[in-house]
C-alpha cells in the first residue's frame, strides 16, 4: 500500500514510461480535442487511422523496415501465434524448425503437434535446464520456416546473435525483447510479440511480417486466423484493441522522440544489464542462473544462498517499494525484468537493496 | 476541436460511463495504493485476481446466472468467435441453425462455411434489406445450436423476444446489447460480446457459456481456440487483457451500484429510446427504417428526406457536440447510438437539434 509509484521488476505486464502514463491520464477524458476519451472513439474515424498509422510508421522507421514488411495488430498474445504460425504456413507436405530454448517455445511446438504439422525441434537446451542458448545448430533445407523465441522471461536467457538458417525465414517471438535493440531483418520473414513487456498493455500482439511470407500462407481458414486478413485491412477488419495501438504508439514514440532511436535504447538497455551482472558477479552472495553468453539483458534471473532468504529477499524488497522480484511460479528463485522503461534509477536503487539486504542477513 | 465533452453517439467503440472514466483516470498511475498503473500490474497478482473475479460475479448476479455459467474474458473480438462456435460445437456430422438478420450474422454464417460445417440458414430478412426480424421460424429438431444476433447495429433492428427453439440452446451475439436487459438465461447455451458497445474498450470479448456446451465442445483444437482453455484457468490461460477486465468490472459495478441493477438498466434505456422513436414517428421530416416491432433500443436508425440533408445534419450536429451519428458506411443515413451509457440529457439535446434542424431545412 504506497502514494508513491514503486520501481517495478514485473516480468509481464510491466512498467511503461512513466511520461506515457501521464500522457494517457491527462487525455483521459478527452482525447485530442475529440471530446470523447481515446476508449469511446470509433476505430474507423480520422483520429484513430491517425494512431494506427503513426504507430506502424514509427515501428518500420525504429527497425528500419523496407516496403516489404507489414506491421500488422493483432489480438490473442503471442499464444495465438503459436497456433496461427503452422496454420497458416505449413501444409500438409511441409515442415518447418523449432528450437527449444524454455516455456514459451515448448508452448509453440506444443501448438504445432495439436494441429498435426510436421515440425523437427532441431535443438534444445532442455538437457541443462533451458540456462543457455544452443549453438552451432544444424537447420533443415527445406523447412518452412525456423521458430525462435529470441528471448526467455523465466531462464532468463536470449539470442545475442541470431543464428545463420541458410536463407531459411526465421519466425521469431519477440515478445519479451522487442524494440530494445537493433536487429539485422534480412533474417526475419515474421516477428510477433505480445504488448504486455516493452510495447504497452496486454491484450495486442504487434506482428511483423514480409510479403513472402504473406505470399505462402494457406488462405483456406478462418478470417481472424489469416494474416492476409490483417495485412490487407490494416487490420482494421473488425474493430482493433484500439487502446492497446494507442499506448503502443505512444510508447515507440518516446523510444524515438525521448530515448533518441533504439540504438540508444540498446546502448541504455546493455548499461542497465551489464550494471546488474557485474554487481552479481562481484558477489558471492547473489549468483546468476543463466550461462554469460546467453544471459538475458532484459530478465535478469538470480539465486540466493536459500530458498528461505529468496522469500525474505522479495518480501522485504516489496516493503521498499521494489516490485516483481519474485521468479517465475514454476522455477522459484528472484528475477528482475528490466524491459526498455525500467529505469536506470531502478537499477541502482535494486543494487544498493541487495547490498545491504546481503549485509543484514550473511 | 472541443474542450468539453461530447453526447458521444457511435456505433462502437463507444460512450463509456464518465464516472467510470473518472475513476480510471484518477487511478491511473498509481492503481489501488499498488505503486503501479493498472497497465502495469501482473494478471497473476492478488489485485488482478481480485479485478477478474468481480467482474465475473457483477456478471453472474447481473443476468442472474446458475453454477452452470462460466464468464469468460476472451480476445479477438466477436469475429473470432464466429469461427471459434462451428469449430468448437460441429463434429463432421452435426448441423446448426442460422437466423440471418443482417452484416454480423451474414458474417457468422461465413465463418461456418470457410470450415465446411453444416448449417441451416432458416430464417433471413434479406428480402427486405434486413429490416425486420424474422417470426415463426421452424428450427430443426437436431441442431446442436441456434445462431442469433440480438441487435443489429447497421440496420437498427432487435430481438425483442427470443423465439422458442424446442430446447435447442441459443448461441447469441450479444455485442451491441448485452446488459442492456433482462434475459431469460434458460434458452441461452452460449452468449458473447466484443466490449466495445455496452461494456468497456475494444479487445476485450465476454464469453458466458453454459456447462453442457462446454461439455460437448470438440477438444482436439489449438488451445486458444478452445473455450475449456478459458473455463479451466479463470481465463488466464495466458495474458488476458488487463485493462479491458478492469474497465468491464467497473462498468458491470456501476450497473449495479449507480444505475441500481439490470431491470433499471432496461426501464432507462426503453425510456430513452421511447422517447427517440415517439419524436421521430411524430415527425414527417424523418422517418425510421426498421419495421416497429423489430426497432431496436440501441441503435436508431433514421433518414432524412435526402441524402444532401442527411450529410449536413450530420456536419451540423456535429459542430453543436453531437457526435456519430453518420450512418454505417454500408447503409448511409443516420443512426444514434443509445446503449447504456448514453444520457437522457443526450437524448433530449438530440431531439432538440433535430427539432431545430428540421425548421431550418424544411
Known sequence: MTDQRIFNFNAGPAALPLQVLEEIQSSFLNFNHSGMSITEISHRSSYFDKIINDAADRAKRLLKLDDRFHVLFMQGGASLQFAMIPMNFLSDSDSADYVNTGT????????????????????SSEDKDFSYIPKDIEFSKNARYVHLTSNNTIKGTQFREFPDTNGVPIVCDMSSDIFSRCLDMEKFGLIYAGAQKNLGPSGTCMVIIRQDMLDMANENLPSMLKYSTYSSKNSMYNTPPCFGVYTIDLVLKWIEEEMGGLEKMEEYNIKKADLLYDFIDSSSY????AEQYSRSLMNVTFRLPSGELEQKFVASATEKGLGGLKGHRSVGGCRAS??????????NALIQFMESFEKENK
Not at 104 to 123: C, D, G, L, R, Y
Not at 339 to 345: F, K, P, Q, S
Request: glycine letters at 2%.
Open 104 to 123: 514459451w517455445s515448448t508452448k509453440a511446438i506444443k501448438e504445432a503437434k495439436i494441429q498435426n504439422k510436421f515440425h523437427s525441434v532441431v535443438a
Open 286 to 289: 547473489y549468483s546468476t542462473t
Open 338 to 347: 528490466i524491459y526498455n522503461a525500467a529505469t536506470m534509477e531502478g537499477i
